[in-house]
Protein backbone atom coordinates (compact mmCIF):
# COMPACT_ATOMS: atom_id res chain seq x y z
CA UNK A 1 0.00 0.00 0.00
CA UNK A 2 1.12 3.80 -0.55
CA UNK A 3 0.23 6.30 2.13
CA UNK A 4 2.20 9.04 1.47
CA UNK A 5 2.81 10.34 -1.79
CA UNK A 6 4.99 8.28 -4.44
CA UNK A 7 5.97 6.10 -1.26
CA UNK A 8 5.22 2.13 -1.24
CA UNK A 9 4.68 0.88 2.43
CA UNK A 10 6.02 -2.51 3.32
CA UNK A 11 4.03 -4.31 6.07
CA UNK A 12 6.19 -3.73 8.53
CA UNK A 13 6.02 0.03 7.81
CA UNK A 14 9.16 0.46 6.10
CA UNK A 15 9.25 3.18 3.28
CA UNK A 16 10.69 3.46 -0.14
CA UNK A 17 10.02 5.53 -3.15
CA UNK A 18 10.59 4.18 -6.79
CA UNK A 19 13.19 7.02 -8.64
CA UNK A 20 14.82 5.92 -12.07
CA UNK A 21 13.51 2.35 -11.28
CA UNK A 22 15.48 1.72 -7.78
CA UNK A 23 14.69 2.10 -4.15
CA UNK A 24 15.01 5.35 -2.32
CA UNK A 25 14.41 4.21 1.27
CA UNK A 26 12.55 6.98 3.34
CA UNK A 27 14.53 9.07 5.40
CA UNK A 28 12.15 8.72 8.38
CA UNK A 29 12.53 5.09 7.41
CA UNK A 30 16.59 4.91 7.69
CA UNK A 31 16.56 7.04 11.09
CA UNK A 32 14.41 3.98 13.01
CA UNK A 33 17.39 1.97 12.89
CA UNK A 34 18.34 4.59 15.74
CA UNK A 35 16.45 3.53 19.54
CA UNK A 36 14.76 6.48 19.84
CA UNK A 37 14.79 6.79 23.71
CA UNK A 38 11.56 9.07 23.33
CA UNK A 39 9.53 6.11 21.91
CA UNK A 40 10.75 3.71 24.47
CA UNK A 41 9.60 5.79 27.47
CA UNK A 42 6.25 6.59 25.57
CA UNK A 43 5.28 3.04 24.82
CA UNK A 44 6.27 1.56 28.28
CA UNK A 45 4.40 4.95 29.66
CA UNK A 46 1.21 3.65 27.60
CA UNK A 47 1.99 0.11 29.50
CA UNK A 48 1.74 0.87 32.70
CA UNK A 49 -0.82 3.25 32.23
CA UNK A 50 -3.04 0.41 30.81
CA UNK A 51 -2.08 -1.20 33.76
CA UNK A 52 -3.63 0.89 36.49
CA UNK A 53 -6.76 1.33 34.03
CA UNK A 54 -7.58 -1.99 33.23
CA UNK A 55 -6.39 -3.83 36.80
CA UNK A 56 -9.65 -5.83 37.01
CA UNK A 57 -9.02 -7.28 33.35
CA UNK A 58 -5.35 -8.05 34.55
CA UNK A 59 -6.49 -10.18 37.97
CA UNK A 60 -9.63 -11.80 36.10
CA UNK A 61 -6.62 -13.23 33.15
CA UNK A 62 -4.77 -14.91 35.35
CA UNK A 63 -7.52 -16.94 36.52
CA UNK A 64 -8.18 -17.74 32.85
CA UNK A 65 -6.30 -21.10 30.68
CA UNK A 66 -4.59 -19.07 27.78
CA UNK A 67 -6.67 -19.79 24.58
CA UNK A 68 -3.43 -20.51 22.64
CA UNK A 69 -4.64 -17.88 19.45
CA UNK A 70 -2.98 -15.67 20.93
CA UNK A 71 -1.07 -14.55 17.62
CA UNK A 72 -3.11 -15.63 15.12
CA UNK A 73 -3.66 -13.17 12.95
CA UNK A 74 -6.61 -14.17 10.94
CA UNK A 75 -8.63 -10.70 10.66
CA UNK A 76 -6.21 -9.54 8.56
CA UNK A 77 -6.42 -12.41 5.97
CA UNK A 78 -8.46 -12.09 2.78
CA UNK A 79 -10.44 -15.17 1.19
CA UNK A 80 -9.77 -18.53 2.80
CA UNK A 81 -7.32 -16.81 4.97
CA UNK A 82 -9.53 -15.20 7.19
CA UNK A 83 -12.81 -12.99 7.43
CA UNK A 84 -14.63 -9.64 7.79
CA UNK A 85 -12.73 -7.67 10.70
CA UNK A 86 -15.92 -7.07 12.43
CA UNK A 87 -16.50 -11.07 13.04
CA UNK A 88 -15.05 -13.55 14.98
CA UNK A 89 -14.33 -17.51 14.76
CA UNK A 90 -12.89 -20.02 16.92
CA UNK A 91 -9.03 -19.20 16.05
CA UNK A 92 -9.28 -15.98 17.38
CA UNK A 93 -7.23 -14.42 19.92
CA UNK A 94 -9.99 -14.28 22.85
CA UNK A 95 -8.40 -10.52 24.68
CA UNK A 96 -9.25 -12.44 28.12
CA UNK A 97 -6.35 -15.18 28.90
CA UNK A 98 -3.06 -13.88 30.19
CA UNK A 99 -1.14 -14.26 27.23
CA UNK A 100 -4.03 -12.42 25.28
CA UNK A 101 -3.56 -9.39 28.02
CA UNK A 102 -0.10 -9.25 27.62
CA UNK A 103 0.00 -8.85 23.79
CA UNK A 104 -2.69 -6.44 23.96
CA UNK A 105 -0.72 -3.99 26.34
CA UNK A 106 2.31 -4.55 24.79
CA UNK A 107 0.91 -3.41 21.68
CA UNK A 108 -1.36 -0.72 23.01
CA UNK A 109 1.29 1.78 21.76
CA UNK A 110 0.84 0.73 18.19
CA UNK A 111 -2.76 1.48 18.16
CA UNK A 112 -2.99 5.00 19.77
CA UNK A 113 0.03 5.62 17.65
CA UNK A 114 -2.30 4.77 14.16
CA UNK A 115 -4.80 6.66 15.42
CA UNK A 116 -2.85 9.64 16.20
CA UNK A 117 -1.42 9.07 12.61
CA UNK A 118 -4.74 9.35 11.03
CA UNK A 119 -5.40 12.84 13.53
CA UNK A 120 -2.01 14.16 12.20
CA UNK A 121 -2.81 13.29 8.20
CA UNK A 122 -6.03 15.30 8.55
CA UNK A 123 -4.27 18.58 10.27
CA UNK A 124 -1.32 18.14 7.05
CA UNK A 125 -4.24 18.36 5.10
CA UNK A 126 -6.08 21.24 6.29
CA UNK A 127 -3.16 23.18 6.24
CA UNK A 128 -2.05 22.23 2.54
CA UNK A 129 -5.12 23.36 2.23
CA UNK A 130 -5.26 26.39 3.67
CA UNK A 131 -1.52 27.43 1.81
CA UNK A 132 -3.79 27.06 -1.52
CA UNK A 133 -6.05 29.18 -0.33
CA UNK A 134 -8.98 26.72 0.50
CA UNK A 135 -10.90 26.37 3.35
CA UNK A 136 -11.46 23.19 4.99
CA UNK A 137 -14.25 22.52 7.56
CA UNK A 138 -12.86 21.92 11.14
CA UNK A 139 -14.00 19.10 13.25
CA UNK A 140 -13.64 19.43 16.71
CA UNK A 141 -10.84 16.43 17.44
CA UNK A 142 -8.02 18.63 15.19
CA UNK A 143 -9.76 21.96 16.16
CA UNK A 144 -6.76 22.97 19.00
CA UNK A 145 -4.31 22.11 16.64
CA UNK A 146 -5.62 24.33 13.54
CA UNK A 147 -5.88 26.94 16.38
CA UNK A 148 -2.19 25.88 17.58
CA UNK A 149 -0.97 26.40 13.45
CA UNK A 150 -3.18 30.20 13.07
CA UNK A 151 -0.95 31.14 16.26
CA UNK A 152 2.06 29.99 14.70
CA UNK A 153 1.53 31.68 11.14
CA UNK A 154 0.03 34.83 13.18
CA UNK A 155 3.06 35.02 15.69
CA UNK A 156 5.40 34.70 13.00
CA UNK A 157 3.63 37.13 10.27
CA UNK A 158 3.15 34.50 7.70
CA UNK A 159 0.82 34.45 5.12
CA UNK A 160 -0.11 31.57 2.46
CA UNK A 161 2.50 33.48 -0.14
CA UNK A 162 4.79 32.57 2.39
CA UNK A 163 5.37 28.97 1.15
CA UNK A 164 8.43 28.57 -1.45
CA UNK A 165 6.42 24.98 -1.50
CA UNK A 166 4.96 22.29 0.16
CA UNK A 167 4.61 18.34 0.33
CA UNK A 168 7.14 18.21 -1.91
CA UNK A 169 9.37 14.63 -2.67
CA UNK A 170 12.84 15.54 -1.50
CA UNK A 171 15.28 13.26 -3.85
CA UNK A 172 19.27 12.83 -3.21
CA UNK A 173 20.61 10.28 -6.29
CA UNK A 174 24.18 10.64 -4.86
CA UNK A 175 22.83 8.91 -1.41
CA UNK A 176 19.61 7.12 -2.91
CA UNK A 177 17.48 8.74 -0.37
CA UNK A 178 14.23 10.70 -0.76
CA UNK A 179 11.58 12.40 1.73
CA UNK A 180 8.06 14.12 1.93
CA UNK A 181 8.52 17.41 3.35
CA UNK A 182 6.32 20.03 4.91
CA UNK A 183 7.57 22.92 2.68
CA UNK A 184 10.08 25.48 2.52
CA UNK A 185 8.86 28.74 4.43
CA UNK A 186 10.47 32.20 4.18
CA UNK A 187 10.25 34.37 7.74
CA UNK A 188 10.47 37.84 7.31
CA UNK A 189 11.36 39.97 9.99
CA UNK A 190 7.60 41.72 9.99
CA UNK A 191 7.78 40.25 13.79
CA UNK A 192 9.34 40.22 16.84
CA UNK A 193 9.23 36.47 16.60
CA UNK A 194 10.62 36.61 13.23
CA UNK A 195 13.42 38.88 14.01
CA UNK A 196 14.51 36.87 16.88
CA UNK A 197 14.12 33.94 14.52
CA UNK A 198 16.14 35.61 11.49
CA UNK A 199 19.21 36.49 14.26
CA UNK A 200 19.34 33.61 15.77
CA UNK A 201 19.84 31.67 12.28
CA UNK A 202 22.02 33.94 10.43
CA UNK A 203 23.83 34.38 13.86
CA UNK A 204 23.84 38.38 13.59
CA UNK A 205 22.67 40.79 16.77
CA UNK A 206 18.90 41.46 17.43
CA UNK A 207 19.01 45.28 16.09
CA UNK A 208 20.73 44.38 12.59
CA UNK A 209 17.62 42.39 11.27
CA UNK A 210 15.25 44.53 9.91
CA UNK A 211 11.64 44.10 8.63
CA UNK A 212 13.10 43.36 4.89
CA UNK A 213 15.45 40.63 6.57
CA UNK A 214 14.20 36.82 5.68
CA UNK A 215 15.59 33.53 5.94
CA UNK A 216 14.32 30.41 3.79
CA UNK A 217 14.36 27.38 6.02
CA UNK A 218 12.83 23.86 5.69
CA UNK A 219 9.50 23.19 7.64
CA UNK A 220 8.86 19.97 9.05
CA UNK A 221 5.08 19.59 11.28
CA UNK A 222 4.58 17.25 13.88
CA UNK A 223 1.60 16.89 15.55
CA UNK A 224 1.80 15.81 19.55
CA UNK A 225 -0.33 14.61 22.09
CA UNK A 226 -1.23 16.68 24.94
CA UNK A 227 1.05 17.46 27.76
CA UNK A 228 0.75 16.03 31.33
CA UNK A 229 0.77 18.79 33.80
CA UNK A 230 4.23 20.06 34.11
CA UNK A 231 5.58 18.43 31.61
CA UNK A 232 7.62 20.53 29.02
CA UNK A 233 8.12 19.86 25.18
CA UNK A 234 10.89 17.75 24.41
CA UNK A 235 12.84 17.22 21.08
CA UNK A 236 14.89 14.59 20.48
CA UNK A 237 18.22 14.11 17.92
CA UNK A 238 16.39 12.19 15.35
CA UNK A 239 14.23 15.12 14.83
CA UNK A 240 17.50 16.75 13.44
CA UNK A 241 19.07 13.95 11.50
CA UNK A 242 15.16 13.87 9.78
CA UNK A 243 15.37 17.76 8.98
CA UNK A 244 19.64 17.61 7.72
CA UNK A 245 19.03 15.46 4.60
CA UNK A 246 15.46 17.43 3.67
CA UNK A 247 17.90 20.53 3.50
CA UNK A 248 20.69 18.92 1.61
CA UNK A 249 18.46 17.13 -1.32
CA UNK A 250 19.67 18.94 -4.58
CA UNK A 251 16.36 18.30 -6.12
CA UNK A 252 12.45 18.64 -5.09
CA UNK A 253 9.60 16.76 -6.80
CA UNK A 254 6.32 19.06 -6.59
CA UNK A 255 3.00 17.14 -5.66
CA UNK A 256 0.57 19.00 -7.79
CA UNK A 257 2.87 18.25 -11.25
CA UNK A 258 5.78 15.38 -10.57
CA UNK A 259 7.99 17.63 -12.24
CA UNK A 260 11.27 17.99 -10.69
CA UNK A 261 12.92 21.18 -9.79
CA UNK A 262 16.21 22.32 -7.91
CA UNK A 263 15.79 23.13 -4.19
CA UNK A 264 16.24 26.43 -3.57
CA UNK A 265 19.03 27.65 -1.35
CA UNK A 266 17.90 26.99 2.25
CA UNK A 267 20.19 28.58 5.38
CA UNK A 268 18.52 25.90 7.88
CA UNK A 269 15.81 23.66 9.13
CA UNK A 270 12.74 24.35 11.96
CA UNK A 271 10.48 21.47 13.10
CA UNK A 272 7.04 22.74 14.65
CA UNK A 273 5.80 20.65 16.96
CA UNK A 274 1.76 21.32 17.30
CA UNK A 275 0.41 20.60 20.85
CA UNK A 276 -3.38 21.00 21.41
CA UNK A 277 -3.46 25.30 21.44
CA UNK A 278 -0.15 25.84 21.53
CA UNK A 279 2.86 25.82 19.00
CA UNK A 280 6.14 25.22 19.35
CA UNK A 281 8.67 25.71 16.92
CA UNK A 282 12.35 25.09 17.45
CA UNK A 283 15.47 25.21 15.09
CA UNK A 284 17.38 22.45 14.31
CA UNK A 285 21.12 21.93 13.46
CA UNK A 286 21.17 20.66 9.84
CA UNK A 287 24.39 21.07 8.73
CA UNK A 288 26.72 18.82 6.27
CA UNK A 289 28.46 17.09 9.28
CA UNK A 290 24.42 16.25 10.70
CA UNK A 291 23.94 15.12 7.11
CA UNK A 292 26.70 13.16 7.26
CA UNK A 293 25.35 11.71 10.06
CA UNK A 294 22.01 10.76 8.33
CA UNK A 295 24.21 9.12 5.60
CA UNK A 296 25.88 6.73 8.25
CA UNK A 297 22.39 5.90 9.43
CA UNK A 298 21.14 4.93 6.32
CA UNK A 299 24.15 3.09 5.27
CA UNK A 300 23.32 1.20 8.59
CA UNK A 301 19.91 0.62 7.95
CA UNK A 302 20.70 -0.55 3.95
CA UNK A 303 22.73 -2.99 5.96
CA UNK A 304 20.31 -4.37 8.46
CA UNK A 305 17.90 -4.90 5.29
CA UNK A 306 20.51 -6.64 2.66
CA UNK A 307 23.14 -8.01 4.88
CA UNK A 308 21.62 -8.40 8.75
CA UNK A 309 19.70 -11.59 8.41
CA UNK A 310 22.74 -13.63 6.50
CA UNK A 311 25.57 -12.54 9.16
CA UNK A 312 24.30 -14.70 11.32
CA UNK A 313 22.60 -17.45 9.04
CA UNK A 314 23.98 -20.93 9.08
CA UNK A 315 23.80 -20.44 5.03
CA UNK A 316 26.73 -17.85 5.14
CA UNK A 317 29.37 -20.51 5.77
CA UNK A 318 28.82 -23.73 3.29
CA UNK A 319 31.22 -26.65 3.27
CA UNK A 320 33.85 -26.44 0.60
CA UNK A 321 33.02 -29.33 -2.25
CA UNK A 322 35.93 -31.91 -1.93
CA UNK A 323 38.03 -31.60 -5.45
CA UNK A 324 38.55 -34.32 -7.04
CA UNK A 325 42.50 -36.20 -6.03
CA UNK A 326 44.63 -38.07 -7.53
CA UNK A 327 43.58 -41.92 -7.96
CA UNK A 328 45.89 -44.47 -5.54
CA UNK A 329 46.03 -48.04 -5.95
CA UNK A 330 47.58 -50.95 -4.42
CA UNK A 331 50.77 -52.75 -5.39
CA UNK A 332 49.84 -55.24 -8.36
CA UNK A 333 46.52 -53.72 -9.08
CA UNK A 334 45.20 -52.20 -12.29
CA UNK A 335 43.17 -49.05 -12.25
CA UNK A 336 39.90 -48.99 -14.22
CA UNK A 337 39.89 -47.33 -17.44
CA UNK A 338 38.74 -43.76 -17.45
CA UNK A 339 36.59 -42.04 -19.84
CA UNK A 340 38.00 -39.29 -21.10
CA UNK A 341 36.67 -36.53 -23.56
CA UNK A 342 38.91 -35.08 -26.45
CA UNK A 343 39.70 -31.86 -24.16
CA UNK A 344 39.99 -33.83 -20.58
CA UNK A 345 42.66 -36.16 -19.82
CA UNK A 346 42.91 -38.89 -17.13
CA UNK A 347 44.42 -38.01 -13.99
CA UNK A 348 47.80 -39.76 -13.44
CA UNK A 349 47.84 -42.76 -11.29
CA UNK A 350 50.05 -43.00 -8.47
CA UNK A 351 51.64 -46.28 -6.98
CA UNK A 352 51.74 -46.01 -3.25
CA UNK A 353 53.02 -49.20 -0.85
CA UNK A 354 50.45 -49.67 2.15
CA UNK A 355 52.51 -50.01 5.34
CA UNK A 356 51.93 -53.24 7.40
CA UNK A 357 50.01 -51.15 10.01
CA UNK A 358 48.03 -48.25 9.58
CA UNK A 359 48.21 -45.85 12.30
CA UNK A 360 45.57 -44.87 14.76
CA UNK A 361 42.51 -42.10 13.68
CA UNK A 362 43.78 -38.31 14.77
CA UNK A 363 40.72 -38.44 17.59
CA UNK A 364 42.78 -41.79 19.24
CA UNK A 365 46.16 -39.77 19.21
CA UNK A 366 44.61 -36.56 21.13
CA UNK A 367 45.20 -35.84 24.37
CA UNK A 368 42.95 -36.63 26.74
CA UNK A 369 40.50 -33.27 27.23
CA UNK A 370 41.04 -31.10 30.56
CA UNK A 371 38.12 -30.39 33.02
CA UNK A 372 35.36 -28.42 30.66
CA UNK A 373 32.60 -26.14 32.41
CA UNK A 374 29.78 -29.26 32.09
CA UNK A 375 32.32 -30.81 33.97
CA UNK A 376 32.38 -28.88 36.21
CA UNK A 377 28.64 -27.88 37.06
CA UNK A 378 28.22 -31.52 36.74
CA UNK A 379 25.56 -31.37 33.86
CA UNK A 380 24.97 -33.08 30.11
CA UNK A 381 25.85 -30.37 27.35
CA UNK A 382 23.29 -29.85 24.98
CA UNK A 383 24.13 -29.04 21.46
CA UNK A 384 22.01 -27.37 18.89
CA UNK A 385 21.02 -29.64 15.53
CA UNK A 386 22.93 -26.93 13.44
CA UNK A 387 25.81 -27.10 15.77
CA UNK A 388 28.74 -26.80 13.23
CA UNK A 389 30.42 -28.58 16.48
CA UNK A 390 28.80 -31.64 15.97
CA UNK A 391 28.42 -33.62 19.40
CA UNK A 392 31.20 -31.72 21.36
CA UNK A 393 31.17 -28.49 22.80
CA UNK A 394 35.04 -26.93 22.51
CA UNK A 395 34.95 -24.89 25.48
Not at 181 to 190: K, L, N, V, Y
Not at 274 to 300: I, K, Q
Request: proline fraction near 8%; aromatic fraction near 8%; charge should be neutral.
Amino acid sequence: MSDTPGAVTHEDGSRYYPIDGEQFWSVTTAIKVMSSEGLIWWAAGLAADAAFQELPKLCAALLIQDCGNTFNRCKQGKGDRGHDWRLTCETCPCQQCKACVREWMRRRHTQIRDDRAEEGRRVHEWVKEWIRGNQLPIHDDIAPYIRAFLAFVSGYGLTPESWLFSEAVVVNREHQYAGTTDGGIRFFGATDLARDLIARVLGIRLEQVSEISYVDLIVDLKTKRPLAEGESPRFFAEVALQMAPYRWAPKLRLRETDQEVDMPPLQGALALYLYPDMAVPRLCVSDERTLGAFVNALNLYRWTVEYGAKSVAEASFPLAKPEPTATVKAPGTRAAPRKTTGAKKAAPVVDVPLPDTLPAPAAARRPAPSATVASILRTTPEVHPNSPYGDEIPF
